[in-house]
């Protein structure tokens, strides 16, 4: 049968695995993952503190052992704050710490002025408690929608479990408190209740691992899926959406369009004004295609200073009509760079789908009209007749 001392060491030491976990994700600069780590030190600390509760004098083996456990959950909630990008309060940060504070008095209240272990067992109950409660709010109010559910059910599994576990105790402390009280005892109810702790504390830290490793495979993916420069889509993934386009547009009847742009003179904003320049043209000309495009379209780099859009549209003009908006707005908004203002322009070709061609055939069709757009003097939009886009 487990001892209790033997149940505290080995929490600490799944904390000690948590904090090599983590040590190795804070190159990746994920929020919260700080806050985690510091976390799991405090617990570690207070872990062993506890283990010597029966021979360390009160303020160590009593308050400070609960008061670090107890910032221990204060800070894991406030890194998943931070995961998640909570804008909070001052005022409401400060709540915690006010809390926490409240805690320590009251524990030094029942250690040294009225000592009652189990009135100290229900204050730190109901702290740990509430922390568990908001942390499984937290997760699942945050929990982004288009990421896989697990990891964050997981936590917020493991907080709710936390948060049932001390609410049981609290309330067997309140109704009808044990024969055994103290902590290192070994009564069933201790052991019960530290066994408990044994399961929440580590599955909460692995879950927060799965977290910020998700948080990871979300950045890898779209990097993978968006140009990192300029916030498009990738060529691969732009080509990957069109293909999918071309594919539901043959099954419901859509009419599927696509220009192909080109920013014009840009090697000349190279030359002239620096690389640093032509990277914030073309994060410019993209943030303004970006904005004024509808959500179902697909806009993506497909190199250089070229990009590609795919559009679904009723007629021809529609899309003709966009990219000539587009155009004016890109020639009459300037761009700051590195050393002065700028203005550019670009030029477009813009071809309609015929149903049967491949999308190779399609985007040289638009590609051939981009060059005669270019070879016509620039700053234009060429598209085929109107038959022709039929």
Known sequence: M????????????????????????????????????????????????FSVQNVAPAWL??????????????LIYEGC??????????????????????????????????????????????????????IAGRVLIERPKERPRYNYLFVAGAAALGALGHTVRGAIYVAKPPAHAALLEPGAMQIMFLALGILVLPSLCIGLVMMAH????????????????????????LLAAAAERLARARQDGEREFVAVVDIDHFKSVNDRYGHAAGDEVLRHFASIVRARIRENDAFGRIGGEEFCLFCTAERAEDITALVERLRKTVEATPCAVPGGVLHYTFSAGIAAWDRREPLTALMARADGLLYAAKVAGRNRVKAPAADALV
């Open 2 to 49: 487990f001892s209790p001392v033997s149940i505290l060491v080995v929490t600490a030491l799944s904390s000690i695995l948590s904090i090599l976990v983590l040590i190795s994700l804070l190159s990746h600069a994920i929020a919260g993952v700080p806050r985690w780590l510091w976390a799991n030190v405090l617990a570690i600390v207070s872990l062993v503190l």
């Open 61 to 74: 083996g009593i308050v400070a052992a609960n008061q670090l456990l107890a910032a221990t959950i204060l």
């Open 81 to 134: 704050n931070d995961f998640f990008d909570v804008r909070v309060r001052p005022a409401q940060r400060w709540t915690g710490w006010i809390m926490w504070f409240g805690v320590m008095a009251g524990i030094a209240y029942f250690t040294y002025v009225a000592p009652d272990v189990n009135v100290r067992v229900v204050i730190v109950s109901a702290f740990h408690a509430a922390c568990d409660l908001a």
């Open 214 to 237: 998700d948080r990871l495979a979300q950045r890898l993916e779209r990097l993978a899926r968006f140009d990192d420069l300029t916030g498009a889509l990738s060529r691969k993934a």
